[in-house]
């Protein structure tokens, strides 16, 4: 059974940092792309970042580039997001997302909350 | 960068059929896959159309996904609606390293 565990999430001031972690399990995480979504309070989904299987080449959304660093560590089945220079809108729940055929999102976690405030 | 619009809102009885619709900005709708989620209120989304009109295991044939090139558009058709249809549905596609979702479709059952 595929499980995406996110952690990491909590209250930050505006221009701190936070590293959220997603722990994977249930699937060869080395196999395939992992990205980030967020939705903040009573809004949609965005696609934040993602990162391919093997070769770590990382995406971002226009929103976040430049203030966001995507990794994973295949030897510990774990995907990471380093957020910087964290704003008010950045406040959202953030899931980790398994991509399939490169094209869609098929297994999700339960998601982070992250609340930027002072 | 592209847009996906849908609608705000929709909404039918039990047992009709609906559709939501998820009109493509720029670029055609046609050269790259779309996908539809469904989020039930204060759970995560899930799949329930993948590439364009393919149904992931699970998910009853009452979903249906199409494109239509003319209108640069994509649709989710959901027939014998049921109560527990009741969910916000968001389109997604992408194109040249980013992936992109649709504002949503809150769906009242009514």
């Known amino acids: 059974e595929v499980q995406l565990l996110e952690s990491g999430g909590g209250l930050v001031q505006p221009g701190g940092s936070l590293r959220l972690s997603c722990a994977a399990s249930?699937?060869?995480?080395?196999?395939?792309?992992m990205h980030w979504v967020r939705q903040a309070p009573g809004r949609g989904l965005e696609w934040v970042s993602g990162?391919?299987?093997?070769?770590?080449?990382?995406q971002y959304a226009d929103s976040v580039k430049g203030r966001f660093i995507i990794s994973r560590d295949n030897s510990k089945n774990t995907l990471y997001l380093q957020m910087n220079t964290l704003r008010a809108e950045d406040t959202a729940v953030y899931y980790c997302?398994?991509?399939?055929?490169?094209?869609?999102?098929?297994?999700w976690g339960q998601g982070t909350l992250v609340t930027v405030s002072s | 960068n592209f847009l996906l619009t849908q609608p705000h809102s929709v909404s039918a009885s039990p047992g009709k059929t609906v559709t939501i619709s998820c009109t493509r900005s720029?670029?055609?709708?046609?050269?790259?896959?779309v996908q539809w989620y469904q989020q039930r209120p204060g759970s995560v989304p899930t799949i329930v159309i993948y590439?364009?009109?393919?149904?992931p295991s699970g998910v009853p044939d009452r979903f249906s996904g199409s494109i239509d090139s003319s209108s640069n558009s994509a649709s989710l058709t959901i027939s014998g609606l049921k109560t527990e249809d009741e969910a916000d549905y968001y389109c997604?596609?992408?194109?040249?390293?980013?992936?992109?979702f649709g504002g949503g479709t809150r769906l009242t059952v009514l």
């Open positions: 997302a398994k991509l399939r055929a490169l094209v869609y999102f098929d297994y």
């Open positions: 249930g699937f060869t995480f080395n196999n395939f792309a």
């Open positions: 990162i391919t299987a093997t070769t770590s080449t990382t």
């Open positions: 720029s670029g055609s709708v046609g050269n790259n896959y």
């Open positions: 590439e364009d009109d393919r149904r």
């Open positions: 997604q596609s992408y194109d040249t390293s980013v992936w992109v």
